[in-house]
């Protein structure tokens, strides 16, 4: 079974830090990395933590002493992976449609760069020609993932190079003297059905033939982690069984000998977040009663934007008959956690414990209504640590200036 944090605990550390505050268990995000080198033994694998999903400092320095990489969305993720201590060969920068100064400047610290438009890779080669390798980022034209919100490689999609335009990207290598090493696809997040990887993959192959000093696949993130109670996540082993395979055929027919990397998120540092908050109040309007706590969309919006399920705990009175709540925040917005939850009794006072929070929780938190961004602690080894305070009154007014 995997390790998860006891109600007694998540009491504990409410008491301690007060709510509302994010929990990290550090043991759990070792075991989702070991889980995926287990299942890929034998394939020649690389995995980058997509640090968008959470980059307290902390947790980067964590993930780099489990011996995994990194991939970032932006430069400065780029620079605080640096700063937790990663070296520029192992960190991975994935954006899109940034500007080619920000792609020099990645360049200029030495790691990994694939490329998402044509543009971009014309201003490389004609810049870098030959002299430094990367990626492109390909739309594989493929409709994935659990809404088309987080769905990133379908035909509409501005992430990219439409596989269309591949010639394209030919005729820029050719004119510059572009080192193609990687291509790359992400095609969405929670993506349960690992053939829509096999897809990818067959998507990829097809055009592998035009890039001679290719080395790289590169298949993105998104493996799916369940939220609902009796969900499945993508079948991690399956998926490792189906990329072996393909990659060995692919091998053993063209004689060439391709690394496969992937960039998970969710995967590593979903399921190891807990969002623990406070009930403010109960309220009884009309069939609907409402548990009120003390914390909104500001502080996780997955529900809001995306519709999203988080499992829902009342650890304070786990005991009590289950009734039907709407849970809802408190922020000037219809900010609602969850509709018809069949929770245990909800007092005022009673401490609710959302799921899954690791991953796009405090990473999407905002300071809407000018409420303060919660604390993060992280717990390792059975200890809880403050890994980030609660905002102040200051952070509101940080690098406001006196204009009138
Ligand atoms: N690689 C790239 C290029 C990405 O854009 C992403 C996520 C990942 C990897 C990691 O995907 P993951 O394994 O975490 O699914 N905020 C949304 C998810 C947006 C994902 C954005 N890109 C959510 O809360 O569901």
């Keep these: 079974m995997p390790s998860t944090l006891q109600y007694e605990q998540l009491n504990e550390i409410a008491n301690q830090f007060k709510t509302p505050v994010y929990v990290y ?4 995000i070792r075991e989702q990395y070991e889980k995926l080198l287990t299942a890929f033994q034998g394939a020649d694998t690389r995995f980058f ?108 999609s501005k992430f990219g190079v439409p596989l269309e335009e591949i010639e394209e990207v030919m005729r820029v290598v050719k004119e510059t003297g572009l080192f193609i090493r990687t291509l790359h696809i992400h095609t969405g997040s929670e ?34 982690v369940p939220y609902m109670p009796d969900e499945k996540g993508t079948d991690i082993e399956l998926l490792a069984k189906k990329v072996k395979n393909e990659f060995d055929w692919y091998e053993k027919k063209f004689n060439r000998h391709l690394q496969v990397w992937f960039e998970p998120g969710k995967f590593l540092v979903s399921e190891a977040g807990y969002f623990i908050t406070r ?19 500001n502080h996780l ?23 039907s709540y709407n849970v809802v925040g408190n922020i000037c917005e219809t900010d609602t956690f969850a509709e018809n939850r069949l929770l245990p009794e909800i007092r005022e006072g009673d401490y609710l414990v959302f799921r899954n929070a690791g991953a796009y929780g405090f990473e999407m938190a905002s ?9 993060e602690v992280l717990v390792k080894e059975g200890r809880a640590n403050l890994i980030r305070k609660r905002d ?9 200036m006196e204009g009138i």
């Design 301 to 323: 919006i997955r529900p809001m934007f995306y519709g999203a399920y988080h499992e829902i705990e009342n650890i304070s009175n786990p005991a009590g008959e289950k009734k």
């Design 191 to 224: 993506i349960k059905d690992v053939e829509v990887f096999a897809k990818g993959i067959e998507v990829l192959f097809d055009v592998v033939q035009y890039f001679p000093e290719l080395e790289v696949i590169d298949l993105g993130g998104g493996f799916k």
């Design 49 to 156: 933590y997509a640090a968008k999903a959470l980059t307290n400092i902390n947790i980067l320095k964590y993930i780099l002493s489990i011996g995994c990489n990194v991939d970032c969305s932006s430069i400065n993720e780029v620079i605080l992976a640096i700063q937790a201590g990663f070296v520029p060969k192992n960190i991975l920068y994935t954006s899109n449609n940034i500007s080619f100064e920000e792609i020099e400047e990645a360049k200029n610290l030495g790691v990994h760069i694939n490329i998402d438009s044509i543009s971009n890779l014309r201003k490389f080669g004609k810049s870098f020609s030959h002299s430094y390798p990367v990626g492109v980022r390909i739309r594989p034209n493929i409709m994935a993932g659990g809404n088309l919100k987080i769905s990133t490689g379908h035909v509409d």
């Design 279 to 297: 009930v403010n109040v109960i309220k009884k309007a009309g069939n609907i009663l409402f548990a009120g706590v003390d914390s909104g969309l």
């Design 25 to 28: 268990h550090a043991e759990r």
């Design 392 to 400: 102040e009154l200051d952070d509101l007014l940080r690098n406001q």
């Design 367 to 375: 300071n809407y209504n000018s409420r303060f961004k919660p604390p």
